[in-house]
């Protein structure tokens, strides 16, 4: 089983930045995705950002222009850098993991237990 852990949230005043950390254990074949979900109250769980193992980015609208993901080889760590954050940003982010290819923010089933980011104004 692939193993996700996260860390780096926490409160920031509107405009503020985060970096979120999701480390990686027990992936075995190359080829995959990584991606970060977020969960906020009454709302429905949503890509924020994706990334195969070629490196290609899939941003959702709502936060292009204002994050990004990459990862590091070396520490089996993806990170999410989220810069002029609103407080629709709210919410509990998840890192997720699946093998093989499929539509955008499609088909994870390995899950981390999230991190809360609460943005205010």
């Known amino acids: 089983q692939v193993q996700l852990v996260e860390s780096g949230g926490g409160s920031v005043q509107a405009g503020g930045s985060l970096r979120l950390s999701c480390a990686a254990f027990?992936?075995?074949?190359?080829?995959?995705?990584m991606g970060w979900f977020r969960q906020a109250p009454g709302k429905e769980r949503e890509g924020v950002a994706q990334?195969?193992?070629?490196?290609?980015?899939t941003f959702a609208d709502s936060v292009k222009g204002r994050i990004t993901i990459s990862r590091d080889n070396a520490k089996n760590t993806l990170y999410l850098q989220m810069n002029s954050l609103k407080p629709e940003d709210t919410a509990m982010y998840s890192c997720?993991?699946?093998?093989?290819?499929?539509?955008?923010?499609?088909?994870?089933?390995?899950w981390g237990q999230g991190t809360q980011v609460t943005v205010s104004s």
């Open positions: 997720a993991f699946r093998y093989g290819y499929g539509a955008p923010f499609s088909g994870y089933n390995y």
């Open positions: 027990g992936i075995i074949y190359s080829d995959y995705y």
């Open positions: 990334i195969d193992n070629f490196g290609r980015i």
